[in-house]
């Protein structure tokens, strides 16, 4: 059986990555805000904002429109669970299930380059290679520079990792309108590999269920932990 995502009731999973302070939370709050209606018909058209019962984890819900097709996505946002073990501090409940993930860096931050490989070995580990990783950028103290500079010193970890160079992204937190046309982007890119890549649905489980085997429910608690 295979689950349709990128719909309101199964959106696209994207996570948030980085070590804390590049700007994970700015960048998801800058989704959030509109921009002309005019501008292009391809750009996120509404949000939802919800905050998460654990972990003081948020999500936002985001509408938009690729290749003339409404998708629907839901973004979540670390919670500062990183603030002091980095990608190994989050819980593999994070990580499991994305469809999606923005690896962020702050470009005059080395450390924050350096530490996105372990974020991408996370993502690998928990969905082998469903996950559609894209890296962006933070150019927080200066223009925009050049990308072809940007890319070849991230080079290692796009070939390393299998990231289209195409979804290697710089931006500034002042041009919203820039931000959202490569989140559209991305969201297309995600759509257009599961159109072609579905993922099978797994067979849901109630544990107090006794019709269901012994063996299932042992199975989906190791699969939890």
């Known amino acids: 059986t295979q689950m349709e995502y990128g719909t309101e009731k ?35 058209r509404s949000s939802i904002y919800a905050n998460s019962t654990r972990h003081n984890r948020t999500k936002s819900k985001f509408s938009t429109n690729c290749h003339g097709k409404d998708i629907e996505v839901e973004v ?65 103290h200066e223009e925009f520079g050049s990308s072809l500079e940007t890319r070849d010193s991230i080079s290692t970890l796009l070939d390393m990792y299998n ?22 982007q991305f969201v297309g890119e995600i759509h257009t590999y599961n159109q072609k890549n579905p993922i099978p649905v797994r067979e849901s489980i109630r544990l107090d269920d006794p019709h269901v085997p012994k063996w299932k429910k042992i199975l989906k608690c190791q699969c939890r932990n």
């Not at 990555?17 to 800058?30: A, D, E, Q």
């Not at 290697?168 to 559209?184: A, E, G, K, V």
């Open 163 to 184: 990231i289209n160079p195409r979804l290697l992204f710089t931006y500034t937190s002042t041009d919203t309108r820039s931000i959202h046309t490569c989140f559209n």
């Open 76 to 140: 979540w946002d670390t919670g500062d669970m990183e603030a002091h073990s980095g990608s190994v501090g989050m819980t593999k409940t994070y990580y499991r299930g994305s469809h999606g993930a923005i690896l962020i860096y702050e470009r005059s931050d080395e450390m924050s380059k350096t530490e996105l490989a372990g974020w991408a070995k996370q993502i690998q580990d928990a969905n082998d290679s469903h996950c559609i990783m894209s890296v962006w950028c933070n150019n927080k």
């Open 10 to 44: 199964h959106p696209y999973k994207i996570i948030l990555c980085g070590r804390k302070g590049v700007g994970k939370s700015k960048l998801l709050s800058l989704l959030r805000e509109n921009v002309d209606d005019g501008y292009e018909p391809q750009i996120v």
